[in-house]
Structures are given as C-alpha cells and as structure tokens.
Antibody
Framework: EVQLVQSGAEVKKPGESLKISCKAS????????IGWVRQMPGRGLEWMGV????????RYSPSFQGQVTFSADKSISTAYLKWSSLTASDTATYYC???????????????WGQGTMVTVS | DIVMTQSPDSLAVSLGERATINCKCS????????????LAWYQQKPGQPPKLLID???TRESGVPDRFSGSGSGTDFTLTISSLQAEDVAVYYC??????????FGGGTKVEIK
C-alpha cells in the first residue's frame, strides 16, 4: 500500500527551530516529487512547494521561499520540512503529499499524509 | 499568481438534490498542445487530509462515486454532486497545477445538508 506517514504534533515557542517528517512506503521514493501543503486553523489549503528526493531538487512557492527548507533522506525514504525560527503565524497543520505521476510535480496530489499539527505559542 | 475564486463559499443542499460548485481562474489553465486543463478537485472532511476526487478537470479518480463530476475548460470550472449524500458533507477545493511554482488552491466551498 502506498502511504505517507507524518511525525506527530508539535508545540514550540517562538524563535525555536523545528523539523517535521514524512515517511514514504509502498513505492520508489526517489521517483516521485513530494509536496508540502499548509492549512492554518479554519483556513484553506496553501501549496508550499515540492522536493524531488532523487536529487533533492526543490521548488518553493514564492510565499514560502526563505521561510522553510525542504530536504529528503533517500536511505530511509523520508522527506522533511524545517523551520529555523518559528513564529506564531506558523501555527497550522502541515501535510505532505505525492503527485500521481512519477518524475512530474505539475500534477494533482493523490496520496496525502495524515498531517502534522504545529502550534507555536 | 493565478487566483482561484470559488463560489459559493458555502451551500446547503437537501439529500438527493444537486450541488454545484464553481471555480474561476484568473488565467487559463488549458495547455493547448495537449488540450488538458490542469485543474483538480479535492474533498476534505473534518480532521482528515484532502482527498483527490477529479484531475484534468473531469477525470474522476478510481473509487470516487459517479455522482461526482467535473466540467469546464480554460478559466471556468464546475464540480457537480448529482445527488447529495450525507457522507458528502465536506469542504471542496479546486487546485490549478498549470503555473509553477505558483500552484494554487481555491478558497474552498463548504457543503452542508439542508
């Protein structure tokens, strides 16, 4: 079964750093982009960007460029989303998701992680 | 940026009746060389991640009931639920994946039972 399993909820203070994870299984991790989507409390979905684990190529939405960092560890089929200094406005649920087709990120996401809730207070 | 405007923000429909959600894009998402519209529809229930219902504007995902259908081209799209069921209560989002890295979602439409 193809699935993405994300790390658990986090509660952090402003200024702290944080790295959340998204572990993939059931498919060849290096052949598909992985995307990140933010959902602030009671709000809609925002596409943050994608990473290609095969070579760590990244594409960031301009809204998130410089605010977060994507990375991936091929050896454990895990993608990461990192903040170096959190603010209260980072409070949200973050989803990782996989596009339908391999080697292609200009695509809809058909596989989603369960979400990681991040609270900064 | 491509701005995706969904309407209405919310709607209440009786069980068995039709629900129609609109999505208007500020630019065309039709790739003319392939004649494909780079538009998807998602359903999100409370506490759950989004679920892909339809991609390429009108291609239903495997396992999605056929009461869900997508239509439209260029800048104007519609998601129709032909006969609303209780389990369809959710928020629905459109998404364009034509312009990168500015892939964007609509603001969402909440569907409830009247």
């Amino acid at each position: 079964e193809v699935q993405l399993v994300q790390s658990g909820a986090e509660v952090k203070k402003p200024g702290e750093s944080l790295k959340i994870s998204c572990k993939a299984s059931g498919y060849t991790f290096t052949n598909y982009w992985i995307g990140w989507v933010r959902q602030m409390p009671g709000r809609g979905l925002e596409w943050m960007g994608v990473i290609y684990p095969g070579d760590s190529d990244t594409r960031y939405s301009p809204s998130f460029q410089g605010q977060v960092t994507f990375s991936a560890d091929k050896s454990i089929s895990t993608a990461y989303l990192k903040w170096s200094s959190l603010t209260a406005s980072d409070t949200a649920t973050y989803y990782c998701a996989r596009p339908k087709y391999s080697n292609f990120y200009q695509d809809a996401f058909d596989i989603w992680g369960q979400g990681t809730m991040v609270t900064v207070s | 940026d491509i701005v995706m405007t969904q309407s209405p923000d919310s709607l209440a429909v009786s069980l068995g009746e039709r629900a129609t959600i609109n999505c208007k894009c500020s630019q065309s998402v039709l790739f003319t060389s392939s004649n494909k519209n780079y538009l998807a529809w998602y359903q999100q229930k409370p506490g759950q991640p989004p679920k892909l219902l339809i991609d390429w504007a009108s291609t239903r995902e495997s396992g999605v009931p056929d009461r869900f259908s997508g239509s439209g081209s260029g800048t104007d799209f519609t998601l129709t639920i032909s006969s609303l069921q209780a389990e369809d209560v959710a928020v629905y989002y459109c998404q364009q994946y034509y312009i990168t890295p500015l892939i964007t979602f609509g603001g969402g439409t909440k569907v409830e039972i009247k």
